[in-house]
């Protein structure tokens, strides 16, 4: 079996790629067609936003493509945040504690303390299928950013570190004050 030089692709497939039509993929019908530059780079020509229809060949569709480069990975963040209160939540149902009891203004306790309330079952089934959607938003966002970085446009990559890191501060930073 012969395999086209560079990519594993057996040469077969590409008697069979034309054929082959959709909207979201594009399949060469020649080897020669392919121009993966799997190396960093600046060059946008031959650059697309996660699907052939948006193609970032300008500067405006790279700005375009930059921003919401820079929404997905604010958005995989804000959905993490989200994730890890659900699990505390979720924690929190699971094993209840000993609630503490009410200080007075003398700093003396106004009772005993009691046990806390187990909830009912259909808060903490909400609180698991909050955990569960948010879990599923936060890996798709991830996975995003992944083939994102995977184009090796150094820009990309730039901004896909800089949202990641912004974002992160401004949530630490939000819940500490």
Not at 36 to 60: C, E, G, K, R
Not at 86 to 98: D, E, F, I, K
Not at 115 to 126: F, K
Request: contains cysteine; glycine residues 4%.
């Amino acid at each position: 079996m012969a395999f086209a030089p560079f990519t594993g692709v057996p040469l077969s497939f590409f008697s069979i790629a034309p054929q082959l039509r959709s909207p979201f993929f594009h399949f060469p019908s020649h080897p020669s067609q392919l121009s993966i530059m799997n190396y960093l780079h600046f060059d946008a020509s031959d650059t697309y936003f996660l699907v052939q229809w948006f193609p970032m060949q300008t500067p405006f569709s790279l700005g375009v493509g930059l921003v919401f480069t820079s929404l997905v990975c604010i958005s995989e963040r804000l959905v993490t945040f989200r994730l890890e209160k659900a699990s505390m939540r979720l924690h929190m149902l699971q094993n209840p504690t000993w609630s503490r009891p009410v200080r007075s203004r003398n700093n003396s306790a106004s009772g005993p303390p009691t046990l806390a309330v187990r909830p009912d079952r259909s808060s903490a089934i909400r609180a698991l299928a909050e955990k569960s959607c948010c879990y599923a938003l936060a890996n798709t966002f991830r996975l995003g950013y992944m083939l994102l970085a995977m184009s090796f446009h150094t820009g990309i990559i730039c901004v896909i570190i800089a949202s990641l890191t912004l974002t992160q501060f401004f949530l630490d930073f939000s819940t500490q004050v």
